[in-house]
């Protein structure tokens, strides 16, 4: 089983300003992968990562970007944070096998 | 283009009865159907899975059933309890197509079980 953390866990921010929203996970799992999800409702990927060095855009067009220079570490970024994207932010990893694993989310607000 | 449709977008039970929540799939080459449960303010997680090699899988008081001609599979919640009121997701992937087993989720179905 995988151990993923999310830091923050929450966060509210004024528009226009520049955010980091940290994923780490314990295990060296390849996959990482990021979704957005409003509350209680559908999951869409927005970001994910075969290993070091390698991002790629998902399903639903995000302006956010991310990195992935170290395995255990999958930061999601915004230059400039807008009311829009007030969301819930879930960060996942699965190794070769099929289960993924969920960290805790971080639930962005901004102003 | 929906890859997985599951229904329903919600669902009431009375504490005893049994849940069903079921999803349908397109992709014939998808080999991993996984159930996730998530409760408010938490990540979703992994409940249970299938592979189509079985009809169905039982853990516990949660089955999948899987039917790979009609290219569906379900969840059954035998003896539902207030405690399984969350949101359930059903996903699927598949190895091949370059996706690498990304998965491709259901749009959930928020169960709430009355006492």
């Known amino acids: 089983e995988a151990d993923i953390y999310q830091t923050p866990r929450y966060l509210v921010i004024g528009t226009g300003k520049k955010i980091t929203l940290e994923c780490s996970q314990t295990m060296g799992h390849d996959k990482m992968y990021w979704y957005q999800q409003d509350p209680g409702m559908e999951l869409h990927l927005i970001h994910y990562s075969y290993g070091v060095n390698s991002t790629e855009k998902g399903d639903l067009s995000s302006e956010s970007t991310v990195s992935r220079i170290r395995t255990e570490h999958f930061p999601l970024t915004l230059e400039s944070a807008r009311p829009s994207h007030t969301s819930q932010y879930l960060c996942?990893?699965?190794?070769?096998?099929?289960?993924?694993?969920f960290g805790p989310g971080t639930r962005l607000t901004v102003l | 283009q929906q890859q997985v449709k599951q229904s329903p977008q919600s669902l009431i039970v009375q504490k005893g009865g049994i849940s069903i929540i079921n999803c349908a799939y397109e992709?014939?080459?998808?080999?991993?159907f996984p159930w996730y449960q998530q409760f408010p303010g938490k990540g979703p997680a992994l409940l249970i899975a299938i592979r189509p090699d079985v009809s169905e899988k039982k853990e516990g008081r949660f089955t999948i059933s899987f039917n790979k001609s009609a290219k569906q599979f379900s969840l059954h919640i035998m003896d539902s309890q207030p405690g399984d009121s969350a949101t359930y997701f059903c996903?699927?992937?598949?190895?091949?197509?370059?996706?690498?087993?990304?998965?491709?989720f259901g749009k959930g179905t928020k169960l709430s079980v009355k006492p």
């Open positions: 996903a699927a992937s598949s190895i091949y197509g370059g996706s690498q087993g990304n998965l491709i």
């Open positions: 992709n014939t080459a998808f080999d991993y």
């Open positions: 996942a990893a699965r190794a070769h096998t099929d289960t993924q694993y």
